[in-house]
């Protein structure tokens, strides 16, 4: 008779080099450890991709091995197995976190461009860079659907947004995010809008609610079932000044704004959300480079948020290949760069590639946005919860660090 330990099929496991997490997908029951010899087993059956493992006399009476096999089962995550030669074992592959090698990706290039078209779930197009009287935060378009900050006199000419719209719905994406800046500088904005209303897909327009407010005549009538108006506020304002725009826009349009400490956020939620009712809004911390206290006190990750949150089998796998944050999705700037994630390298330039080339690098290059896994980052690689998290922001890339918790230091 043997002694056979095993994992049930519902169990995604994560081993890093001297621990290991089990975690329950059907009751988010979790178990940890860094138990050498636990950890010991647990690499062995990753090792071997069996959910099955032979217990030693010795090791069945050992107290580690005991009260482990006691959490299992009351967890319904393993169990023990007396294997006495009338039963074989149930043995089946593992749900293991480990990276799939990009190397077995290129390897379904050929399935690849087929199916590339199943990729693009949303593009943001930056038309042009923000008007400077107004922008007040230095790059924002890095951490959040902002108007661009750098001055330059780049823009993507109505024509040309057009054609990267058609092209992206011909690949089948169904949401389009249009970033304008200065509106002054943009006339055409009606004929995009025109367009974007003629195809009937999902598309907001976001934009600094100054900039709205000095030539709202060309957009305020553009609200429709599918086009909404994303009005943005990035500092302090004047009530007075803001007051007209919720009576006049508050069902229709949604309220942006974008927070750098805890004072913004009493302020907003004081003078408006309570006293107006607002509904449609949104509240985007912003990382300036002198807050990390703000997010660390109200953005980073806590052990119960991961806990407390259930992960379906679907998202784990996914989790560890694929961000979801980024998956699916492109970013073309106003200078004709096109992106996976505005703070990584580009993918190419609508000028001298395709858009099926640039998916091609988004799903296979290394570097990618897509690909940017808490797996593939340090210090998350080495850490149990990598899959649980959630997928790698912008703001990792905006503040240079990837472990926004309270976890791991
Ligand atoms: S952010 Fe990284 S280090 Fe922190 S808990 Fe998540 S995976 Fe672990």
Not at 64 to 92: A, M, R, T, W
Not at 304 to 330: A, P, V
Not at 348 to 362: P, T
Request: charged residues 20%.
């Amino acid at each position: 008779m043997k002694n056979c330990f095993f994992i049930e099929p519902y169990v995604h496991i994560t081993a890093v080099d001297q621990a290991f997490s089990l975690y329950n997908v059907l009751n988010g029951e979790i178990i940890e450890s860094k138990d050498d010899e636990l950890v010991a087993m647990i690499n062995h059956m990753v090792k071997t991709n069996k959910n099955i493992y032979f217990l030693t006399n010795e090791e069945c009476i050992q107290v580690n091995f005991k009260n482990f096999i006691k959490e299992s089962q009351v967890k319904y995550i393993g169990d023990l197995y007396v294997d006495n030669h009338l039963k074989s074992p149930l043995n089946y592959g593992l749900s293991v976190n480990i990276n799939k090698d990009i190397n077995e990706i290129k390897k379904d290039k050929i399935k690849l461009d087929s199916s590339i078209k199943n990729y693009l779930a949303e593009i943001t197009v930056f038309l042009n860079s923000g008007n400077n009287k107004f922008i007040h935060i230095k790059d924002g378009y890095k951490q959040l659907n902002y108007p661009p900050s750098n001055n330059s006199v780049n823009f993507l000419k109505p024509d040309t947004v057009i054609n990267i719209i058609k092209d992206s719905y011909r690949l089948g994406t169904s949401k389009v995010n249009i970033v304008l800046g200065d509106l002054q500088n943009y006339p055409d904005i009606g004929k995009i809008i025109s367009y974007l209303k003629a195809i009937d897909m999902k598309s907001t327009l976001y934009i600094h609610y100054k900039d709205f407010e000095c030539n709202k005549n060309q957009i305020e009538n553009a609200i429709s079932e599918n086009f909404n108006i994303n009005l943005l506020f990035n500092s302090f304002f004047n009530i007075s000044e803001i007051k007209e725009m919720i009576s006049n826009y508050s069902d229709n349009f949604i309220f942006t704004f974008i927070i750098q400490d805890e004072k913004e956020y009493i302020f907003i939620e004081n003078n408006l959300l309570l006293r107006y009712n607002l509904r449609n809004y949104e509240i985007k911390p912003f990382f300036n480079g002198q807050n990390l206290e703000f997010f660390r006190n109200n953005v980073f990750i806590e052990k119960e948020d991961i806990l407390n949150n259930k992960h379906s089998h679907r998202q784990l796998k996914l989790n560890q290949y694929y961000n979801s944050n980024n998956f699916g999705k492109i970013y073309f700037l106003n200078d004709g760069k096109v992106y996976t994630n505005p703070n990584l390298t580009t993918n190419g330039d609508i000028e001298h590639n395709s858009l099926e080339e640039i998916l091609q690098d988004a799903i296979l290059n290394p570097n990618s946005g897509w690909l940017k896994t808490r797996n593939r980052v340090n210090p998350c690689r080495k850490c149990i919860y990598n899959c649980l998290c959630p997928a790698i922001s912008n703001y990792e890339y905006t503040i240079g660090k990837f472990n926004l918790c309270n976890i791991v230091n």
